[in-house]
Structure formats: structure tokens, C-alpha cells
């Protein structure tokens, strides 16, 4: 059971992740507000995330597991709701401020059970690859729930359902059986684990790497707007809109792709009869860093096609190649220090992330205001140049 409390906190944050990028053709209207504030909201949600991923890391080494899963359930159902009947900005603010508390219990719990529960505790960053193929379900399911419901029922009863579906596995964290935690956690080591040389490298890999995720998931129904309004001017508004949400899910698809793949090549190179394959913890480096530089010169593409058609299958590709990152930067991390303290590491190395996801997505919302956020998207690039780089330093250490 504990497996799938692994996979189901992996699969809500996925819901977590994709909820504002998902629902913000229909907020921003419903506010009244222009892409530049709608930043502000993704901002406030990967601000308050940040301060939460230190706290929760900390508290699930000293707690454990249950305690942490189940208030990321609860929390973020109860977020989810006020977001579905929340009708001012101010109101809207406030719980995407909440929202990130309980988005990163469920991210903290998810990614320091699933090493622990996959592959036997033998390979992090495997077991990572394949746990978080969860969460590119969830951040694929939930724009095509609110693209069919947005259609069939009001804003408030779409995003309704989508906190009902995040409450429901309560029910499992709160029976299910953990691994327990260090019962002589000190604080003083997770204080520690802020000046280490590995976790700050795999930090900044983080922080690249998120930048392009958070983005992604927020701004790519107004990247498939402009392109789909450029080229079928006189399409049906609705239409363009569930076009455009749509393609948050063609991203998921390729996270799913990706990640699967990724913790399946040690696998596959037995069944071709290739002795002595290493643990993709081992090499991992390299696989990021290959996909890191393809994904900078796909995303160069995304930024100069014409045509809707070209614009899916460049961040199909995009997404392809930087599915494994997360999960192999977090696993080769890992390898590297005591499960005791993963929740640690794993709270300070998340926080650069999402250090990463309230600053690029904001600056490609402000850059935006006077271009388009097709040509915004160049700001990506250079980051996983910087992203190649950095994977090699962290195998050195």
C-alpha cells in the first residue's frame, strides 16, 4: 500500500502543478486580470512552495511519511476549492499562497518514499524516473478534466472536481504502513546540508530545469492561444481555448514518455544481453545532460514556428528530452547521502527549484506584456546550456 501512496502523492502534485496553468484561460478572465498578474499568482504559489519544500523536508525526517502525506492531501483539496469559488484576486492570492504548503507535503512524501519503495532501494534515480511518470498523469489528466468540464458545467464545479480527486486517496495514506524515520534526526544536519557541495550543484540543476517546467505548465495554453489565434483567426473562442489547454497535456504525455523510459534502460539493456549494466544513478549525468542541450535548441524552435501543428511536436520533443532531469538530478543526488537525511536534501535541493519556477515564469510573463509569450520563451534556452554544464559537475563530486 505504501507503494501507492508514493504514486498517488506523485500524481497529486502533478494536479497541483497543472491547476493554474490549466484553469488560467477562464481565471484571468474571470478577474480581470492580464498575463503580467496572472505571473504574480504563479509567483505567490512557487514563493510560498519554496519556504514549504525547507519545511517539509525537515519535518518528514523528523515525523515521518503519514503525517506529511496526509496533510498534503487535505490541504491542498481545501486550496483547490477556494480556488473554484474564490471571486477577487486578493481572495485568489491567499490560496495560492496556502496551495503551496500542501503541494509540497505531497511532493516531499512522494519523492522520499519512492526510493525507498521502488527498485528495491537500489537505484534512486530509476525509481525517481518511473515514480514521477505519476505526476506527468496528473499534470496530463487534469487539463483534459477541466477542458471537457469547462464545456459541460461552470468554472466553479470544474475545479470543484478536481479538489474531490485530490481528497480521495486520503483514505489510503492514512491506512497505509511506512518506513520509519530516524528517530535521532537533529536539526542541526539538515542546517548542514545547506553548504554542501553536491546539494548545492544538484540545486542549481534543479533551478534551470524547473524553470522550463513551471513555465510550461502555466503558460503554454496562452503559447498555443497566440499561435492557433495567429493562424485560424475566425475559430470559435471556446474552441481556441480547449485547443490551447490541451497542450499542457501533450507536455505531460512526453514527461510520461520520457520518464518511463529513462528508468527502463538498465532493463532493456539486460533483455539485449548487455552484461554488467550499471544503475542509471551511475551515468545519469550524461543522460541530463544530452537531453539539456537538445532541449535548448528545441525550445529556440518553439520560439520562431508559425505554424500550431510545428509548436505541439517542438515541446513534445522539449518535454521528451528534459523528462528525465528531475528525477535523475534528485536520484544522483541521493546516492550520495544517508536515507536518513533524504528529506533534507531533498527540501533544500527542491527549493532551488522552485526558486527557479517563481522567478523565469514571472519574467516571461513581464517580457510578454510588450512581445508575446512565443518570443518570451527564448529565455529558456540559455538556462539549459547552464543546465549541460552543471549535470557534469555533479557527477564529479
Known amino acids: 500500500m505504501v507503494k501507492t501512496v508514493a504514486l498517488l502523492c506523485s500524481f497529486g502534485l502533478g494536479v497541483c502543478f497543472s491547476l493554474l496553468g490549466a484553469i488560467s484561460v477562464k481565471l484571468m478572465p474571470r478577474l480581470r486580470i492580464d498575463q503580467a498578474r496572472f505571473g504574480t499568482l504563479v509567483t505567490i504559489f512557487m514563493s510560498s512552495c519554496l519556504v514549504a519544500s525547507l519545511l517539509m523536508g525537515v519535518i518528514t525526517d523528523r515525523l515521518g511519511y503519514k503525517p506529511v502525506a496526509v496533510f498534503g492531501f487535505v490541504l491542498s483539496a481545501v486550496c483547490i476549492l477556494l480556488l473554484a469559488w474564490s471571486k477577487s484576486y486578493a481572495a485568489v492570492s491567499v490560496s495560492c499562497l496556502l496551495f503551496g504548503f500542501g503541494a509540497m507535503a505531497l511532493n516531499t512524501a512522494a519523492n522520499t518514499l519512492i526510493p525507498h519503495v521502488l527498485f528495491e532501494g537500489k537505484d534512486p534515480a530509476a525509481a525517481l524516473n518511473l515514480g514521477n511518470v505519476a505526476f506527468g498523469v496528473g499534470l496530463l489528466l487534469a487539463p483534459l478534466i477541466v477542458s471537457y468540464l469547462f464545456r459541460k458545467t461552470s468554472y466553479e464545479n ?3 472536481a478536481l479538489a474531490a480527486i485530490i481528497l480521495a486517496p486520503v483514505a489510503v495514506a492514512a491506512l497505509a504502513t511506512y518506513p520509519k524515520s530516524a528517530v535521532d534526526f537533529e536539526f542541526a544536519q539538515a542546517l548542514a546540508m545547506l553548504t554542501e557541495p553536491a546539494v548545492l550543484v544538484a540545486g542549481l540543476a534543479l533551478f534551470c530545469y524547473s524553470a522550463l517546467d513551471v513555465s510550461f505548465s502555466n503558460w503554454l495554453p496562452a503559447f498555443g492561444k497566440e499561435l492557433i489565434g495567429a493562424s485560424r483567426p475566425d475559430a470559435d473562442p471556446n474552441c481556441v481555448d480547449a485547443s490551447a489547454q490541451r497542450l499542457i497535456s501533450v507536455y505531460a504525455v512526453s514527461l510520461i ?11 532493456i539493456c539486460r533483455r539485449l544481453g548487455v552484461s554488467h549494466v550499471p544503475a542509471l ?3 545519469g ?25 510545428w509548436a505541439w511536436l517542438l515541446v513534445f520533443a522539449a518535454g521528451l528530452a528534459s523528462a528525465p ?26 527549493a532551488w527549484a522552485l526558486l527557479g519556477g517563481a522567478t ?5 510573463g513581464n517580457l510578454a506584456k510588450g512581445s508575446s509569450i512565443q518570443k518570451s520563451m527564448i529565455l529558456l534556452a540559455p538556462l539549459f546550456v547552464v543546465l549541460a554544464v552543471v549535470a557534469f559537475i555533479l557527477g564529479r563530486l
Open 325 to 350: 532531469v528531475f528525477g535523475t538530478v534528485v536520484g544522483v543526488t541521493f546516492a550520495k547521502y544517508s536515507p536518513d537525511i533524504r528529506g533534507s536534501v531533498f527540501g533544500i535541493i527542491f
Open 257 to 267: 514518455c520520457g520518464r518511463l523510459a529513462a528508468s527502463q534502460i538498465p532493463e
Open 281 to 283: 544513478t551511475e551515468y
Open 360 to 364: 523565469v515564469p514571472k519574467a516571461i
Open 158 to 160: 470544474t475545479v470543484s
Open 285 to 309: 549525468v550524461w543522460l541530463v545532460a544530452a537531453g539539456a542541450m537538445a532541449t535548448a535548441l528545441l525550445i529556440v524552435g518553439m520560439t520562431v514556428t508559425r505554424h500550431a501543428t
